[in-house]
């Protein structure tokens, strides 16, 4: 019997097309011999749909209750320890054997759906509640890192209650320094501060996405990126890529809206021990923040060699340009490979968790 693997797409935040896209993506790619699907989207107002098959993604560029009044209204219960949708239109249920979510940004990468579907005791792709959430928070990100001797850059936490001084930012970090709400992504509300007028005003920006921004010292560096796939205790690591930036820094404008932004170079250029490096510290990486099933590692290469971590993402972009999967594709892992290694580990890590016994 095929696997009923659902996959989960859109949600409550500012990447939900990104998450459309990705999703469609997949659901392309999967190996359909192996895998049945279900087409589980969330609304942008948080409510869950099934829908039959893979139009949804030609149908609707976003997911909008107002416009899914005929949709089939699911949820996903668990019943005698085992994981079902139940369909409010049919009032039926329906097994399902793994969750692969694909919903970026908060509600999605953050833990929390990660903690429903353990909830459910439903297997699902990725990382578990506490990498999730940790990878999420760029403070509690860098405590781990630091704690674990991962090179990653100086920084300070500014709280919303609290005034900045910017002169006893420069003090501890130098200028220019970068400021980005601790819980954010797509670079929104990152900011490269030069002066002490440009530092109110896009101080202010960044504490509209989150009540803790975090500043963070200049690392004059290449981007490169790593995949990492596997078990925590068994992970493997991509050949890097790098994002030759044409912009001042990665922005949001680079990344989404100059389709010339970025260059992507897979495999980067890097010498052979500097390749080795990166990936051991992509390891490192994700062995130190509990990461389990997949993780981007994100690092700044400086002139000089030194090698800094600057950031995680625990549920990666899978459009067709994204990194992660091209990586892996660079690396001899081709995309429905990928795929099907994900839903293998989200059973192995579920078989893992029921080990360990709940009752005594
Ligand atoms: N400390 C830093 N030094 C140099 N550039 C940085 C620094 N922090 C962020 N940047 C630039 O800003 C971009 C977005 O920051 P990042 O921390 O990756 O946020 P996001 O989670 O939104 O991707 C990076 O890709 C990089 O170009
Ligand atoms: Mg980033």
């Given at each position: 019997?095929?696997k009923?693997?659902a996959?989960?797409?859109g949600?409550?935040?500012?990447?939900?097309?990104?998450s459309?896209?990705?999703a469609?993506n997949?659901?392309?790619a999967?190996?359909?011999n192996k895998?049945?699907?279900?087409?589980?989207g969330?609304?942008?107002?948080?409510?869950?749909y099934?829908?039959?098959?893979?139009?949804?993604?030609?149908?609707?560029?976003?997911?909008?209750?107002?416009?899914?009044?005929?949709?089939?209204?699911?949820?996903l219960?668990?019943y005698?320890?085992?994981?079902?949708?139940?369909?409010?239109?049919?009032?039926?249920?329906?097994?399902?054997?793994?969750?692969?979510?694909?919903?970026?940004?908060?509600?999605?990468?953050?833990?929390?759906?990660?903690?429903f579907?353990?909830?459910l005791?439903?297997?699902?792709?990725?990382c578990?509640v506490?990498?999730a959430?940790?990878g999420?928070?760029?403070?509690?990100m860098?405590r781990?890192?630091?704690?674990?001797g991962i090179?990653?850059?100086a920084?300070?936490?500014?709280?919303?209650?609290v005034?900045?001084?910017?002169?006893?930012?420069?003090?501890?970090?130098?200028?220019?320094f970068?400021?980005?709400?601790a819980?954010?992504g797509?670079?929104?509300?990152v900011h490269?501060?030069?002066?002490?007028?440009?530092?109110?005003?896009?101080?202010?920006?960044?504490?509209?996405?989150?009540l803790?921004v975090?500043?963070?010292?200049?690392?004059?560096?290449?981007?490169?990126?790593?995949?990492v796939?596997?078990?925590?205790?068994?992970?493997?690591?991509?050949?890097?890529?790098?994002?030759?930036?044409?912009?001042?820094?990665?922005s949001?404008e680079?990344?989404?809206?100059?389709?010339?932004g970025?260059?992507?170079?897979i495999?980067?250029?890097?010498?052979?021990?500097?390749?080795?490096?990166?990936?051991?510290?992509?390891?490192?990486?994700f062995?130190?923040?509990?990461?389990?099933?997949?993780t981007?590692?994100?690092?700044?290469?400086?002139?000089?060699g030194r090698?800094?971590?600057?950031?995680?993402?625990?549920?990666?972009?899978?459009?067709?340009?994204?990194?992660?999967p091209?990586?892996?594709e660079?690396?001899g892992?081709?995309?429905s490979?990928?795929?099907?290694?994900l839903?293998?580990?989200?059973?192995?890590k579920?078989?893992?968790d029921?080990?360990?016994?709940?009752?005594?």
């Amino acid at each position: 019997m095929k696997k009923k693997i659902a996959i989960v797409f859109g949600g409550k935040s500012a990447e939900h097309e990104v998450s459309m896209n990705s999703a469609r993506n997949i659901c392309n790619a999967i190996d359909k011999n192996k895998f049945e699907i279900l087409y589980i989207g969330v609304s942008k107002q948080g409510s869950w749909y099934e829908f039959s098959n893979a139009n949804v993604f030609d149908t609707y560029k976003a997911l909008n209750d107002q416009e899914l009044k005929e949709a089939d209204l699911i949820t996903l219960i668990s019943y005698q320890e085992k994981p079902y949708i139940f369909s409010f239109k049919t009032q039926e249920k329906r097994a399902i054997d793994c969750a692969f979510p694909i919903i970026h940004g908060t509600m999605g990468e953050d833990g929390t759906l990660q903690g429903f579907f353990r909830i459910l005791n439903l297997p699902f792709v990725g990382c578990g509640v506490l990498s999730a959430s940790v990878g999420m928070d760029k403070e509690y990100m860098k405590r781990l890192m630091t704690e674990s001797g991962i090179a990653n850059s100086a920084y300070m936490i500014l709280k919303k209650s609290v005034p900045a001084n910017y002169h006893e930012i420069v003090k501890k970090l130098g200028s220019p320094f970068f400021i980005k709400p601790a819980n954010a992504g797509s670079s929104v509300g990152v900011h490269k501060i030069k002066s002490a007028e440009d530092f109110d005003p896009k101080l202010k920006d960044a504490f509209q996405y989150d009540l803790k921004v975090i500043a963070e010292e200049f690392i004059d560096g290449r981007e490169v990126e790593c995949s990492v796939l596997g078990l925590n205790q068994s992970p493997k690591a991509s050949l890097p890529g790098e994002l030759i930036v044409k912009h001042e820094f990665y922005s949001y404008e680079a990344k989404y809206l100059d389709p010339n932004g970025a260059e992507i170079v897979i495999p980067a250029k890097l010498t052979d021990e500097q390749v080795k490096e990166i990936q051991n510290l992509a390891i490192k990486t994700f062995q130190s923040l509990n990461c389990d099933g997949l993780t981007r590692v994100d690092f700044f290469v400086r002139k000089d060699g030194r090698v800094f971590v600057n950031e995680i993402n625990t549920l990666p972009g899978f459009t067709k340009i994204s990194m992660y999967p091209k990586m892996w594709e660079a690396s001899g892992l081709k995309y429905s490979d990928l795929i099907t290694e994900l839903v293998q580990l989200a059973f192995e890590k579920h078989q893992l968790d029921n080990q360990i016994k709940m009752s005594f």
